[in-house]
């Protein structure tokens, strides 16, 4: 059980595995307002960004899980390197399904609804762990405009156009579920960059360093393509944000 290898190159240098900054992660924090002792469950938890922060600049305490040898290894290091591996714990396995043994105050899954099957599966899933009055985080896609074509909405990787929704029908959706928005941080174009423009230069070191690996071909393919098709269709129509939502 492993996330295959492709994702782990292409993101090799990155902490924030989602199209977010640093500097957004600290807005997020803050917006939550999060007390010291803030118990939080970190579904799809990557490198662990965001418990390890927030456990250094707001004294939360959690758990993190994600199916990436690599990434949870990664993970570990930084909770030592900021100091904080008492107070967060990181573990290797499938998020999907993952129910805390306690009640948290915060359930997050950022950027990886696919654990519940969709939006609506991850809202449920991380229902069962939130205790009453507690936050939910979901991070998710959504179209910053109508999507004109089957080829774009693919280029875009979704399979169509109704894979997501536009931000007004997103945060309706969460309403139709049961939930409040009660905050959201956005993706903007700078940070989309960032995210998309880093996997680039990944791809070409480990490409250079490793020209007859099996997965060469691939990481080839990616380089050459990747670049143009996010300037001509993920800019301008692909946009991402995280949720707070509260149970009604």
Same mark, same amino acid.
């Given at each position: 059980m492993d996330l295959p290898r492709i994702y782990t190159i292409r993101e090799s240098s990155h902490r924030l595995h989602n199209p977010f900054t640093p500097d957004k992660l600290v807005i997020l924090g803050e917006a #939550?307002? #999060? %007390?010291? $002792?803030?118990?939080? #469950?970190? &579904? %799809? +938890? $990557? +490198?662990?960004?965001? &418990?390890c922060t927030w456990a250094r600049d707001h004294g939360v305490t959690g758990t993190g899980v994600d199916i990436s040898t690599v990434f949870t290894e990664k993970a570990r290091a930084r909770a030592a390197e900021l100091g904080v591996a008492d107070q967060v714990a990181f573990v290797h396995g499938d998020a999907s399904g993952y129910v805390a043994d306690e009640p948290v105050d915060v359930a997050a899954c950022v950027g990886a609804t696919w654990i519940g099957g969709g939006v609506a599966g991850t809202v449920e899933q991380l229902g069962d762990s939130l205790r009453p009055g507690g936050l939910m985080l979901i991070g998710e896609p959504y179209w910053r405009q109508e999507v004109p074509d089957q080829e774009t909405a693919e280029a875009c990787l979704a399979g169509g156009k109704d894979d997501f929704l536009l931000l007004p029908e997103l945060i309706e959706r969460f309403g139709d579920l049961g939930y409040d928005v009660v905050e959201m941080v956005l993706a903007d174009q700078d940070s989309w960059d960032r995210y998309q423009a880093a996997q680039w230069l990944n791809l070409r070191r480990w490409l250079d360093g490793h020209p007859d690996d099996e997965l060469a071909a691939e990481v080839r393919t990616e380089l050459t393509t990747g670049p143009a098709r996010y300037a001509r269709y993920q800019r301008d129509h692909l946009g991402w944000g995280v949720f707070a939502l509260m149970g009604r």
């Open positions: #939550l307002q #999060l %007390a010291p $002792g803030t118990r939080v #469950l970190d &579904l %799809a +938890s $990557g +490198s662990g960004e965001m &418990l």
